[in-house]
């Protein structure tokens, strides 16, 4: 599932193609929707929280759509032939000079512009929020985290009730970065250094196509541990093992540096 910064990304995309523009065609291929008609309707701006992204529209009218594992926006210029199939497409929202396609999104709905809530209301602190500086994001989100000191770090990072925005890759370098295994239960970590962590490396690749937590953008040295059985750690040289943390649905490949990540470890 994309991480935070990158549907922050696909929002701001949005936002900076159609946001103060009417649209010529908005049409919505999901069954529920089929008959649902923007166009003639100005896009106000785009909205997006932890994972959500919220298209607003005149008439208090917003539409929702969430990436999941494989959705994505695309912006083309008017005519502009389509990167992804035709048939892949759930959303086309079109000016007369650009063209917005929503490929392979989930969970569509459209709602009061004041009913967003409803959606996302239950989320804890979106980490890009801009907001964030100015309010009470950062107490808020160490006070959830630190609420379960038993729970394992990893799972409590990928909740997305405690702050909105951290997925698998953000939650394996994170815990390496903190220098402990994923397994470390909440209570062996100080919850401030983790949140403010967190909201760091969001922010340092909100506005990059390529995410690095290294700081380094070449191929094979943006992560410490993430995806690098191979490879081995950046930091050591040493191997990287990989266990699945979380049950059923929920398990995540989790990487690590037994060397550089003590800590509880489940076994192969």
């Known amino acids: 599932m994309p991480e935070g910064d990158t549907v922050f990304r696909a929002g701001r995309t949005l936002e900076r193609a159609l946001a103060g523009r009417r649209l010529v065609r908005g049409e919505i291929r999901h069954p529920a929707l089929a008959t649902a008609d923007l166009s003639g309707r100005d896009v106000l701006g ?76 239950h989320l804890g602190p979106d980490l890009l929020d801009p907001r964030w500086p100015d309010g009470d994001h950062e107490s808020r989100a160490i006070a959830a985290l630190a609420a379960d000191p038993h729970r394992e770090l990893g799972l409590a990072l990928l909740d997305q009730r405690i702050m909105a925005g951290v997925g698998n890759l953000y939650k394996v370098e994170i815990c390496f970065l903190l220098g ?17 962590l967190a909201r760091k490396l969001l922010l340092a690749n909100a506005w990059r196509h390529h995410q690095s937590t290294t700081g380094e953008l070449a191929r094979g040295r943006r992560n410490w541990v993430y995806e690098r059985s191979r490879q081995g750690c950046f930091r050591c040289g040493g191997r990287v093992l990989v266990r699945t943390q979380g049950a059923g649905v929920q398990g995540r490949p989790t990487w690590f540096c037994p060397r550089c990540q003590p800590g509880p470890v489940p076994p192969a």
């Open 46 to 121: 785009v909205r997006t929280v932890g994972k959500h992204i919220f298209t607003r529209f005149s008439g208090d009218l917003s539409l929702h759509s969430h990436l999941r594992m494989d959705g994505s926006w695309q912006v083309y210029a008017a005519g502009a032939r389509w990167r992804m199939p035709a048939h892949h497409a759930r959303v086309v929202l079109a000016t007369t000079e650009v063209q917005a396609v929503g490929f392979r999104l989930h969970d569509l709905r459209l709602l009061p512009t004041g009913d967003e809530s409803t959606l996302v209301g």
């Open 180 to 196: 402990v295994s994923p397994w470390t239960p909440v209570s062996e970590v100080e919850p401030a250094r983790v949140v403010t």
